[in-house]
């Protein structure tokens, strides 16, 4: 394995560990279409899982070992953004021919939260159920094992149980504003600013009303 090889190996296996340890459990692995037609990027990351996520390929293509030597997992998903299907005529009938995911920006305020939300309800699509439909992966590296089961996680063969985090993710998309202790503090904190300054700016004129009116006692002598 070379350098290369070595670091993507090494921020793969971290990502998966750091992910597990929060709670977060991947069902797949996803990354650009390309990185199945090179060797070092395909062997370090797309090999331990047998499902795939393909993203479009972005403007500039980089390989490190490419030999379009594509391998197959159990099912790969090809990505394309929701927003490419606006202008197209759908229902609830709507079919793909190939495994297809569509591709949403990640919102990060209660106002882009209410938007990807509307638009997932104007695509009028039936979307996959992966607990009804028997979904089921795995993604095994040397030191942990991720494994999705009709709903159910376990790691190391050890069956989690998911806490509800709506009470996070609540928070997290609040409003969009910084949070209300934080908020009154600078709040209090501007207003101590502006009474000093005042006062800054009130002994300012009584020393200019006084300057002058000994400079004014000056001439008059």
Do not use: C
């Not at 479009?56 to 953004?81: E, H, L, R, W």
């Not at 908020?183 to 209090?188: A, G, M």
Request: net charge neutral; glycine share 4%.
């Amino acid at each position: 394995m070379d350098t290369a090889g070595q670091l993507l190996n090494q921020k793969f296996l971290t990502y998966i560990v750091s992910l597990a340890r929060q709670q977060v459990f991947p069902v797949g692995i996803s990354s650009a279409g390309f990185w199945n037609q090179d060797k070092i990027l395909r062997n370090n990351s797309l090999k331990y899982a047998d499902h795939w996520l393909l993203m479009q390929d972005g403007t500039k293509v980089t390989y490190i070992n490419q030999d379009n030597d594509a391998q197959i997992a159990k099912q790969s998903f090809f990505a394309m953004p929701a927003a490419s299907l606006n202008d197209v005529k759908k229902s609830d009938s709507t079919t793909f021919t190939i495994p297809t995911a569509l591709t949403i920006n990640m919102p990060y305020s209660q106002k882009e939260l209410e938007h990807v939300e509307n638009e997932i309800k104007n695509l009028h699509l039936s979307w996959y159920n992966p607990v009804e439909d028997g979904f089921s992966s795995e993604i095994n590296t040397e030191t942990t094992s991720l494994k999705y089961d009709h709903g159910d996680y376990s790691v190391n063969g050890k069956l989690e149980d998911i806490q509800n985090t709506n009470l996070d993710l609540n928070k997290q998309f609040s409003d969009g504003k910084s949070n209300s202790l934080f908020k009154n503090y600078f709040k209090v904190q501007g207003n101590i600013l502006a009474v000093f300054f005042v006062i800054i700016m009130i002994i300012l004129l009584i020393f200019i009303f006084i300057g002058q009116k000994v400079y004014w006692n000056r001439f008059k002598r």
